[in-house]
Protein backbone atom coordinates (compact mmCIF):
# COMPACT_ATOMS: atom_id res chain seq x y z
CA UNK A 1 0.00 0.00 0.00
CA UNK A 2 1.61 3.54 -0.84
CA UNK A 3 2.42 5.55 2.24
CA UNK A 4 2.10 9.18 1.14
CA UNK A 5 5.25 11.24 2.02
CA UNK A 6 7.60 8.52 2.99
CA UNK A 7 7.19 6.24 -0.03
CA UNK A 8 8.01 9.98 -2.00
CA UNK A 9 10.80 10.06 0.34
CA UNK A 10 12.15 6.58 -0.42
CA UNK A 11 12.51 7.26 -4.20
CA UNK A 12 14.78 9.84 -3.04
CA UNK A 13 16.78 7.22 -0.96
CA UNK A 14 17.06 4.87 -3.87
CA UNK A 15 17.68 7.29 -6.57
CA UNK A 16 21.02 8.01 -4.47
CA UNK A 17 22.14 4.46 -3.87
CA UNK A 18 21.61 4.11 -7.68
CA UNK A 19 24.08 6.71 -8.15
CA UNK A 20 26.47 5.84 -5.43
CA UNK A 21 26.40 2.79 -7.02
CA UNK A 22 27.92 4.49 -10.35
CA UNK A 23 30.42 7.18 -8.33
CA UNK A 24 33.11 6.03 -10.11
CA UNK A 25 31.59 8.01 -13.37
CA UNK A 26 31.77 11.33 -11.53
CA UNK A 27 35.36 11.36 -10.90
CA UNK A 28 35.55 11.98 -14.29
CA UNK A 29 33.17 14.84 -14.37
CA UNK A 30 34.79 16.44 -11.82
CA UNK A 31 37.68 16.56 -14.17
CA UNK A 32 36.10 18.07 -16.97
CA UNK A 33 33.98 20.23 -14.56
CA UNK A 34 37.13 21.68 -13.63
CA UNK A 35 38.95 21.73 -16.97
CA UNK A 36 35.78 24.16 -17.89
CA UNK A 37 36.28 26.04 -14.97
CA UNK A 38 40.11 26.46 -16.26
CA UNK A 39 39.18 27.36 -19.97
CA UNK A 40 37.13 30.35 -18.69
CA UNK A 41 39.17 31.34 -16.15
CA UNK A 42 42.04 32.06 -18.88
CA UNK A 43 39.88 32.73 -21.02
CA UNK A 44 38.61 35.78 -19.25
CA UNK A 45 41.47 36.68 -17.40
CA UNK A 46 43.15 37.68 -21.38
CA UNK A 47 39.50 39.54 -21.34
CA UNK A 48 40.07 41.43 -18.47
CA UNK A 49 43.93 42.12 -19.07
CA UNK A 50 45.26 44.46 -16.57
CA UNK A 51 41.96 44.69 -14.63
CA UNK A 52 38.77 46.92 -14.14
CA UNK A 53 35.63 45.47 -14.24
CA UNK A 54 33.19 43.92 -17.03
CA UNK A 55 28.96 43.97 -16.60
CA UNK A 56 29.59 44.93 -12.50
CA UNK A 57 32.00 41.97 -12.52
CA UNK A 58 35.55 41.87 -10.91
CA UNK A 59 38.18 39.82 -12.63
CA UNK A 60 37.96 38.46 -8.74
CA UNK A 61 34.48 37.61 -8.99
CA UNK A 62 34.40 36.41 -12.53
CA UNK A 63 36.57 33.65 -11.38
CA UNK A 64 34.09 32.91 -8.62
CA UNK A 65 31.13 33.75 -10.21
CA UNK A 66 32.59 30.78 -13.04
CA UNK A 67 33.78 28.18 -10.44
CA UNK A 68 30.51 28.14 -8.39
CA UNK A 69 28.14 28.20 -11.05
CA UNK A 70 29.96 24.91 -12.98
CA UNK A 71 29.82 23.24 -9.52
CA UNK A 72 25.76 24.57 -8.90
CA UNK A 73 25.24 22.98 -12.35
CA UNK A 74 26.44 19.31 -11.08
CA UNK A 75 23.67 19.72 -8.15
CA UNK A 76 20.73 20.98 -10.42
CA UNK A 77 21.49 19.18 -13.70
CA UNK A 78 19.55 16.51 -14.34
CA UNK A 79 17.95 14.56 -16.94
CA UNK A 80 14.04 14.42 -16.18
CA UNK A 81 13.21 15.44 -19.49
CA UNK A 82 14.62 12.22 -21.32
CA UNK A 83 13.86 9.84 -18.61
CA UNK A 84 10.53 10.85 -19.15
CA UNK A 85 10.64 10.40 -23.17
CA UNK A 86 11.17 7.16 -22.96
CA UNK A 87 8.74 6.34 -20.61
CA UNK A 88 6.05 7.55 -23.23
CA UNK A 89 8.27 6.15 -26.12
CA UNK A 90 8.47 2.69 -24.60
CA UNK A 91 4.93 2.56 -23.30
CA UNK A 92 5.91 2.56 -19.61
CA UNK A 93 4.64 5.51 -18.92
CA UNK A 94 1.20 3.58 -18.69
CA UNK A 95 1.80 1.72 -16.28
CA UNK A 96 3.09 4.68 -14.29
CA UNK A 97 -0.19 6.16 -14.51
CA UNK A 98 -2.32 3.84 -12.99
CA UNK A 99 0.07 3.56 -10.25
CA UNK A 100 -1.14 5.15 -6.97
CA UNK A 101 1.04 8.10 -6.84
CA UNK A 102 1.40 11.28 -9.28
CA UNK A 103 4.33 10.22 -11.57
CA UNK A 104 5.62 14.01 -11.50
CA UNK A 105 6.13 14.39 -8.17
CA UNK A 106 8.26 10.82 -8.58
CA UNK A 107 10.40 11.83 -10.89
CA UNK A 108 10.75 15.40 -9.08
CA UNK A 109 11.97 12.91 -5.85
CA UNK A 110 14.49 10.93 -8.25
CA UNK A 111 16.16 13.89 -9.22
CA UNK A 112 16.63 15.58 -5.95
CA UNK A 113 17.53 12.17 -4.73
CA UNK A 114 20.17 12.55 -7.81
CA UNK A 115 21.03 16.27 -6.59
CA UNK A 116 21.62 15.18 -3.42
CA UNK A 117 24.27 12.25 -4.92
CA UNK A 118 25.75 15.24 -6.81
CA UNK A 119 26.15 17.64 -4.20
CA UNK A 120 28.11 15.39 -1.59
CA UNK A 121 30.07 13.71 -3.66
CA UNK A 122 30.46 16.34 -7.19
CA UNK A 123 29.90 20.04 -6.22
CA UNK A 124 31.59 19.57 -3.03
CA UNK A 125 34.17 17.88 -4.11
CA UNK A 126 34.89 19.70 -6.98
CA UNK A 127 34.36 23.16 -5.54
CA UNK A 128 37.54 21.95 -3.28
CA UNK A 129 39.72 21.38 -6.13
CA UNK A 130 38.65 24.78 -8.13
CA UNK A 131 39.61 26.46 -4.78
CA UNK A 132 43.06 24.73 -4.53
CA UNK A 133 43.74 25.65 -8.16
CA UNK A 134 42.15 29.23 -9.06
CA UNK A 135 41.79 32.41 -6.99
CA UNK A 136 38.32 31.41 -6.24
CA UNK A 137 37.08 33.91 -3.07
CA UNK A 138 33.96 32.03 -0.37
CA UNK A 139 31.75 34.86 0.54
CA UNK A 140 32.03 35.95 4.36
CA UNK A 141 28.57 37.18 5.08
CA UNK A 142 26.28 33.78 6.72
CA UNK A 143 23.24 35.45 4.86
CA UNK A 144 25.37 34.92 1.84
CA UNK A 145 25.77 31.28 2.13
CA UNK A 146 22.21 31.14 3.46
CA UNK A 147 20.48 32.70 0.63
CA UNK A 148 22.96 30.66 -1.92
CA UNK A 149 21.82 27.21 -0.57
CA UNK A 150 18.46 28.52 -0.47
CA UNK A 151 18.33 29.72 -4.25
CA UNK A 152 20.44 26.68 -5.26
CA UNK A 153 17.27 24.25 -4.10
CA UNK A 154 15.04 26.38 -6.20
CA UNK A 155 17.54 26.84 -9.31
CA UNK A 156 16.99 22.61 -9.25
CA UNK A 157 13.37 22.97 -9.10
CA UNK A 158 13.35 25.46 -11.89
CA UNK A 159 15.48 23.34 -14.01
CA UNK A 160 13.46 20.18 -13.08
CA UNK A 161 10.18 21.85 -14.13
CA UNK A 162 12.19 22.65 -17.50
CA UNK A 163 12.89 19.20 -18.51
CA UNK A 164 9.71 17.80 -16.85
CA UNK A 165 7.52 20.26 -19.09
CA UNK A 166 9.97 19.49 -22.37
CA UNK A 167 10.07 15.12 -21.38
CA UNK A 168 6.00 15.91 -21.93
CA UNK A 169 6.51 17.41 -24.92
CA UNK A 170 7.04 13.47 -26.05
CA UNK A 171 3.06 13.25 -25.84
CA UNK A 172 2.16 15.64 -28.71
CA UNK A 173 5.06 16.11 -31.14
CA UNK A 174 6.66 12.35 -32.88
CA UNK A 175 10.10 13.38 -31.60
CA UNK A 176 11.12 15.84 -28.78
CA UNK A 177 15.02 15.22 -29.51
CA UNK A 178 15.38 18.61 -30.70
CA UNK A 179 13.38 20.10 -28.00
CA UNK A 180 15.55 18.59 -25.70
CA UNK A 181 18.71 19.46 -27.30
CA UNK A 182 17.23 22.90 -27.76
CA UNK A 183 16.25 23.11 -23.98
CA UNK A 184 19.67 22.40 -22.84
CA UNK A 185 21.57 24.89 -24.73
CA UNK A 186 19.03 27.41 -24.27
CA UNK A 187 19.27 26.83 -20.28
CA UNK A 188 23.14 26.99 -20.49
CA UNK A 189 23.45 30.14 -22.72
CA UNK A 190 20.60 32.24 -21.07
CA UNK A 191 21.05 31.29 -17.57
CA UNK A 192 24.20 32.98 -16.80
CA UNK A 193 26.35 30.30 -16.98
CA UNK A 194 28.64 30.45 -20.60
CA UNK A 195 28.08 34.55 -20.28
CA UNK A 196 26.71 36.69 -17.01
CA UNK A 197 23.55 37.81 -17.85
CA UNK A 198 25.20 41.42 -17.05
CA UNK A 199 27.09 40.94 -20.15
CA UNK A 200 24.65 40.75 -22.56
CA UNK A 201 23.78 43.42 -24.92
CA UNK A 202 21.02 46.26 -22.83
CA UNK A 203 18.06 44.80 -25.04
CA UNK A 204 18.84 41.00 -24.59
CA UNK A 205 19.58 41.55 -21.15
CA UNK A 206 16.41 43.19 -20.80
CA UNK A 207 14.45 40.34 -22.29
CA UNK A 208 16.17 37.72 -19.98
CA UNK A 209 14.69 39.38 -17.05
CA UNK A 210 11.37 38.37 -18.10
CA UNK A 211 12.06 34.74 -18.46
CA UNK A 212 12.84 31.91 -15.85
CA UNK A 213 16.50 31.19 -16.93
CA UNK A 214 18.23 33.73 -15.19
CA UNK A 215 16.65 32.23 -11.93
CA UNK A 216 18.86 28.94 -12.49
CA UNK A 217 22.74 30.14 -12.27
CA UNK A 218 22.90 33.87 -12.67
CA UNK A 219 21.31 35.04 -9.75
CA UNK A 220 22.53 32.52 -7.26
CA UNK A 221 26.58 33.38 -8.51
CA UNK A 222 25.29 36.66 -7.88
CA UNK A 223 24.67 36.27 -4.42
CA UNK A 224 27.81 33.88 -3.82
CA UNK A 225 30.05 36.83 -5.37
CA UNK A 226 28.70 39.46 -3.19
CA UNK A 227 27.34 41.57 -5.73
CA UNK A 228 23.67 41.06 -4.50
CA UNK A 229 23.65 41.53 -1.02
CA UNK A 230 21.21 42.29 2.49
CA UNK A 231 17.66 42.58 0.99
CA UNK A 232 18.90 42.26 -2.40
CA UNK A 233 18.69 38.42 -1.84
CA UNK A 234 15.38 38.46 -0.35
CA UNK A 235 14.39 40.32 -3.23
CA UNK A 236 15.93 37.36 -5.83
CA UNK A 237 14.79 34.75 -3.92
CA UNK A 238 11.52 36.00 -4.53
CA UNK A 239 12.53 35.78 -8.33
CA UNK A 240 12.96 32.33 -7.95
CA UNK A 241 9.93 31.43 -5.69
CA UNK A 242 8.22 33.52 -8.56
CA UNK A 243 8.95 31.39 -11.46
CA UNK A 244 8.84 28.24 -9.67
CA UNK A 245 4.87 28.91 -9.10
CA UNK A 246 4.54 30.16 -12.62
CA UNK A 247 6.37 26.98 -14.08
CA UNK A 248 3.74 24.54 -11.96
CA UNK A 249 0.91 25.85 -14.11
CA UNK A 250 1.99 24.63 -18.03
CA UNK A 251 3.79 22.02 -15.98
CA UNK A 252 0.58 20.51 -14.55
CA UNK A 253 -1.86 21.30 -17.34
CA UNK A 254 0.84 19.25 -20.18
CA UNK A 255 0.63 16.31 -17.43
CA UNK A 256 -3.04 16.33 -17.16
CA UNK A 257 -3.21 16.74 -21.09
CA UNK A 258 -0.91 14.05 -21.13
CA UNK A 259 -3.11 11.26 -18.60
CA UNK A 260 -6.49 12.78 -20.69
CA UNK A 261 -4.30 11.87 -24.21
CA UNK A 262 -3.26 8.56 -23.14
CA UNK A 263 -6.26 7.35 -21.78
CA UNK A 264 -8.49 8.49 -24.42
CA UNK A 265 -6.44 6.94 -26.80
CA UNK A 266 -6.53 3.56 -24.98
CA UNK A 267 -2.94 3.48 -23.43
Same mark, same amino acid.
Given at each position: +???? $? ?21 ? $? ?8 ? %?????? @?????? %? ?12 ? $?????? @? +? ?53 ? %? ?17 ? @? ?11 ? /? ?35 ? /? ?6 ? @? ?5 GFLPFQAIT ?13 VGIWQVLGI ?25 ? %??
Amino acid at each position: +MFNG $TSAYLDFIRIRFLTMLAYRVNYY $TGILIYTLNI %GVYYFT @WKAIYG %GGGELGGFTASQMT $TYLAVS @W +MARAFYFNNLDREISTDIRDGSIAIQFIRPYNYIMVKMMQGFGEGLFRFMLFMIP %GMAIAMLLFPVKLPTAPEA @WAGFLVMLFFSFL /INSQLNVITGLMAFFVENNEGFMRMKRVVVDLFSGLI /IPISLFPG @WLGDIMGFLPFQAITYLPGSVFTGRIQGVGIWQVLGIQVLWFVLLLIPMVWLYRMSRKRLFVQ %GG
